[in-house]
């Protein structure tokens, strides 16, 4: 099992940038991708972005291509995802998730609690 916990989240202006963290700790040698989604109020769960164990494979949701980079160090055992050009449409609980699988899933995958981003207008 792997505990994964957010940080970052908050309320910022559009325009704004927020960086958010997730840290993860126990057995973290059976995870590979790690990914970052989020969820809306009365909206499905989406991708946002997704990165490969080894870092070099990239993966973004259309709606932030550009705006959002997701990173990881795996010595620190943290991916992170930098927001920038931040919408009033960005506004949602971001949630971690790591991959338990070479292949990214999210059927066998860990989950974190959530950080909130609260974009205003």
């Known amino acids: 099992q792997v505990q994964l916990v957010e940080s970052g989240g908050g309320l910022v202006q559009a325009g704004g940038s927020l960086r958010l963290s997730c840290a993860a700790s126990?057995?973290?040698?059976?995870?590979?991708?790690m990914g970052w989604f989020r969820q809306a109020p009365g909206k499905e769960r989406e991708f946002v972005a997704r990165?490969?164990?080894?870092?070099?494979?990239?993966v973004y949701a259309d709606s932030v291509k550009g705006r959002f980079t997701i990173s990881r160090d795996n010595a620190k055992n943290t991916v992170y995802l930098q927001m920038n050009s931040l919408k009033p449409e960005d506004t949602a609980t971001y949630h971690c998730?790591?991959?338990?699988?070479?292949?990214?899933?999210?059927?066998?995958?860990?989950w974190g609690q959530g950080t909130q981003v609260t974009v205003s207008s």
């Open positions: 998730v790591a991959s338990k699988r070479v292949v990214f899933t999210t059927q066998y995958a860990d």
């Open positions: 126990g057995r973290t040698d059976s995870m590979y991708g």
């Open positions: 990165i490969s164990r080894s870092g070099l494979n990239l």
